[in-house]
T-cell receptor, first 112, second 114 residues
């Protein structure tokens, strides 16, 4: 079955760039996603990338996809304290519908 | 409402009791999902509805778990004979039928089984 893995924790200083990494196993993934979960809140989609793309940029966010290595990363430029949250990598199932499988999450701590 | 609504937000019950968790999706969203999130883990898929029918229930851990969506809108997750290991946050999400797969999540129902 599908498996999505992430490192558990990342600490950066305010103003620096953050890079959160993810590896996945399903080579047939259609879309890959980054969701953000703030304390006491539901998950919110940050950005996504279609599997035929290598890179997507959206303001401070840059997503890089290496399909050969099944590696996805999220770069946050000029990280702010409000970026402190848990970030989940996710992928769609290859079964033709939209079951989404999530990773274990990376907790980002931004130090002022 | 504008977002996905889940009730109750918190439920404390005793081992062996029956529990129902309710999800009211965004109006017009035909797809509805239930996930379970344990402390320090990512959301774990339970079941997915397309309209009234369960398109994929492969994530339900055992036959104590059951979910319905009789009119294609509100869904209820039902847990019989609850066990301490069922304690988790149960997340509901909805999405449009054909889209990028973006899920809109509710804030979850925190279940504690004593």
């Amino acid at each position: 079955g599908e498996d999505v893995e992430q490192s558990l924790f990342l600490s950066v200083r305010e103003g620096d760039s953050s890079v959160i990494n993810c590896t996945y196993t399903d080579s047939s993934s259609t879309y890959l996603y980054w969701y953000k979960q703030e304390p006491g809140a539901g998950l919110q989609l940050l950005t996504y990338i279609f599997s035929n793309m290598d890179m997507k940029q959206d303001q401070r966010l840059t997503v890089l996809l290496n399909k050969k290595d099944k590696h996805l990363s999220l770069r946050i430029a000029d990280t702010q304290t409000g970026d402190s949250a848990i970030y989940f990598c996710a992928e769609t199932d290859s079964g033709g519908y939209q079951k989404v499988t999530f990773g274990t999450g990376t907790k980002l701590q931004v130090i002022p | 409402g504008a977002g996905v609504s889940q009730t109750p937000s918190n439920k404390v019950t005793e081992k062996g009791k029956y529990v129902e968790l309710r999800c009211d999706p965004i109006s017009g969203h035909t797809a509805l999902y239930w996930y379970r999130q344990s402390l320090g883990q990512g959301p774990e898929f339970l079941i997915y509805f397309q309209g009234t029918g369960a398109a994929d229930d492969s994530g339900l851990p055992n036959d104590r778990f059951f979910a319905v969506r009789p009119e294609g809108s509100v869904s209820t997750l039902k847990i019989q004979r609850t066990e301490r290991g069922d304690s988790a946050v149960y997340l509901c999400a909805s999405s449009r039928l054909i889209n990028t797969g973006e899920l809109f999540f509710g804030e979850g129902s925190r279940l504690t089984v004593l």
